[in-house]
């Protein structure tokens, strides 16, 4: 029995670690390391052996080549950021759950939750209770700003993945995971050195060159309440498509063909990303007008326009880019199935918009579903902040979204983390529990 013991206590010291020693293992980790040393306020929960989270995590560790790039694209170097700036990259680096690699390799991709929830990077919506829905970033295996294919596959092993935050930047993770107490880690490569914060709708669209879109809110006198809106996606017609309607010198405001109420038809209520668009679903703009959703291999419509630019992470919600102007569903034929639907090309046939649903989605997470508000959605696209907060629609097979003790999760979770042990203090324990018994 006491060689029980001691083996128990070889595998608790092999398995209890903190993301700190593990990482300590790496040599291309050292900065990493340096930095979670330097600000051991913001890193507390990466320098334990216990996870301060009831959920094991997901940890994205840049390289010292990412540190080297960050350095040479900002002209200073991760460590002088203040600490509060420091907390919000870490938390943006952690994902909650801890993801396999056959989880990012899902064929949609996966949206996932970080433990970012500070209100100038994540406010896509506030919680029942005063909690906050924290911000996502997308797992993907393709290159999902064009739908190109940007891995390479070598008896069926996974060689690259990209992860999507702010602005659409996208960062490169080495795919196989290595452990730590607290969940697993990944180790980020390239020249995206870091995951970018989200910023605001229209800063987003500016970075993927959506700027008619951004003209026409200007002209429309609406930027300041999008940017406001909390849970509003924005499914943009590229520039070439809107340029000539934005750019009008004549009606913009007034009938349904009116530039402001062109932009609006193209605002959805709740953030939808693409693991969000089912085939044959029936979703509503926020003025009402139905919006068919087909998919034809990885090609996503929405009515008659298609995705060419998605899942573009914004503060408030997400962006995503159409070929064309959306067209007007004809809602008189059947819309159960994309074949049996058909769109409204001549203006002079504008159906009047149909009340949107008021069902409330859901974000799934590992079989659960998190708390959301029950709000009736947002007056979007519309000068001054919203009223009420918009739902929201992350994909299934999103993890949690809690920050370490977020409010976001039930309040049973604080006293759950005071007590969680790692793994290996209950083999340690189970292990003294029986030399005991024995003696």
Do not use: K
Request: aromatic letters at 6%; a negative charge.
């Amino acid at each position: 029995m006491y060689i029980l013991v001691v083996l128990a206590l070889a595998t608790a010291s092999t398995v209890a670690q903190s993301l700190l020693n593990a990482t300590a293992r790496y040599p291309q980790l050292s900065n990493f390391n340096d930095l979670l040393s330097s600000f051991p306020d913001v890193a507390a929960s990466l320098l334990t052996n216990i996870s301060v989270s009831p959920q094991r995590q997901t940890i994205l560790v840049p390289s010292n080549a990412a540190f080297d790039a960050y350095r040479q694209r900002n002209g200073a170097s991760v460590g002088s950021l203040s600490s509060s700036d420091v907390g919000n990259i870490l938390n943006y680096h952690t994902v909650q759950g801890a993801l396999s690699s056959s989880d990012i390799q899902q064929p949609s991709g996966l949206v996932s939750n970080t433990a970012l929830t500070d209100p100038a990077y994540a406010d896509r919506e506030v919680l029942t209770g005063g909690g906050r829905l924290a911000q996502v970033v997308y797992i993907s295996s393709t290159d999902v700003a064009t739908g190109a294919r940007i891995i390479a596959r070598q008896r069926n092993v996974l060689t690259s993945v990209e992860v999507q935050s702010g602005e659409g930047n996208q960062i490169t993770l080495e795919p196989t995971p290595a452990n730590w107490s607290g969940g697993v880690f990944y180790v980020v490569n390239g020249s995206v050195c870091f995951l970018t914060l989200p910023v605001n709708l229209t800063d987003t669209m500016t970075a993927q060159n959506l700027s008619a879109f951004v003209q026409g809110l200007n002209r429309t006198n609406v930027t300041e309440g999008t940017n406001a809106a909390q849970g509003l996606t924005c499914v943009c017609p590229i520039n070439e498509a809107l340029g000539p309607l934005a750019n009008t010198t004549g009606n913009t405001t007034d009938g349904p063909a009116s530039l402001l109420a062109t932009l609006t038809r193209h605002g959805l209520t709740g953030s939808y990303y693409t693991t969000n668009f089912t085939d044959g679903d029936l979703i509503y703009s926020q003025d009402g007008y139905p919006i068919l959703v087909s998919r034809r291999g990885d090609t996503i419509f929405l009515n008659d326009a298609q995705l060419v630019g998605s899942n573009f992470i914004a503060r408030t919600g997400a962006v995503h880019a159409l070929d064309r102007i959306m067209g007007y569903l004809n809602t008189t034929t059947n819309v159960t199935t994309p074949a049996n639907a058909s769109i409204y090309s001549d203006t002079a046939n504008i159906p009047s918009p149909t009340p949107a649903p008021t069902a409330a989605a859901t974000s799934t997470i590992s079989g659960g579903v998190i708390p959301t508000s029950n709000a009736t959605g947002n007056e979007l696209l519309a000068t001054g902040a919203p009223t009420a907060s918009a739902t929201d629609a992350a994909a299934s097979g999103t993890t949690a979204a809690s920050a370490g003790g977020s409010t976001a999760e039930p309040s049973s979770a604080a006293t759950m983390t005071v007590l969680q042990w790692s793994m290996g203090g209950w083999v340690l324990a189970m292990a003294v529990v029986a030399g005991l018994l024995v003696l």
